[in-house]
């Protein structure tokens, strides 16, 4: 089937385009508005993008009256933002910090999330999270309904058990980060795993000849 999609309606390009684009990971954003208010909440349109410079990529969609949610409004306002990565054992407070909450709520305390000061921004960090990254502003796109924001990671944090500090080997699987997957509520564990070695033209190119 195919779909020409100037000619599909936004929420239909939603549900075709994120059920089939997975597993996405999550990044837990923590931000803090200008009053000083915080907030938590997570995203799947992320990824990273670069290490030269170290880039990462939100895209947070608006609400349906058009206003930017929190997270966007704040990242905007303060250039400011961590990027939390999630732990199955955080699965429950991440989906909480979900709940369609007015700009004062607090997610965070409301989720009993402990966190850590970050390093050189203001937003915190979650003190569970395996990762956290912070991040200042690089770029930002309004398209259409979505902000992109793109953000220069400025510190990177990784809990001492998931790293070899001299050979800076991270395990990743230990971790136990979750996905987002198709329609709501899905996600997915990093549990079922296989590996494939990269090729190079030169064992191609020889196995061909030897073949």
């Not at 880039?55 to 306002?77: C, F, Q, T, W, Y």
């Not at 305390?109 to 966190?115: C, I």
């Amino acid at each position: 089937m195919e779909f020409d999609f100037s000619n599909v309606p936004g929420p239909d390009r939603y549900k075709l385009m994120s059920s089939s684009i997975t597993p996405r990971p999550i990044a837990w954003v923590t931000t803090v508005s200008g009053t000083g208010v915080r907030n938590a909440a997570p995203y799947s349109f992320f990824n990273m993008m670069s290490a030269e410079p170290p880039l990462i990529v939100l895209g947070m969609m608006r609400r349906p009256d058009g206003s930017h949610k929190d997270s966007a409004a704040n990242i905007l306002e303060t250039e400011e933002f961590v990027v939390n990565l999630v732990s199955a054992a955080d699965s429950a407070a991440m989906n909480f910090t979900c709940i369609d909450a007015p700009p004062e709520f607090d997610e965070l305390e409301a989720a009993g999330l402990e966190t850590l000061a970050s390093t050189q921004i203001a937003p915190p960090r979650i003190a569970t999270a395996p990762v956290a990254m912070e991040c200042r502003l690089y770029q930002s796109i309004e398209a259409g309904q979505t902000t992109i924001a793109l953000g220069e990671v400025l510190r990177f944090h990784i809990a001492d058990t998931f790293i070899d500090a001299e050979k800076l080997h991270v395990d990743t699987l230990e971790m136990g980060l979750i996905a987002r997957v198709h329609g709501a509520g899905w996600y997915a564990r990093t549990t079922d795993l296989f590996q494939m070695t990269r090729p190079t033209y030169a064992k191609w190119a020889a196995d061909k000849i030897s073949g």
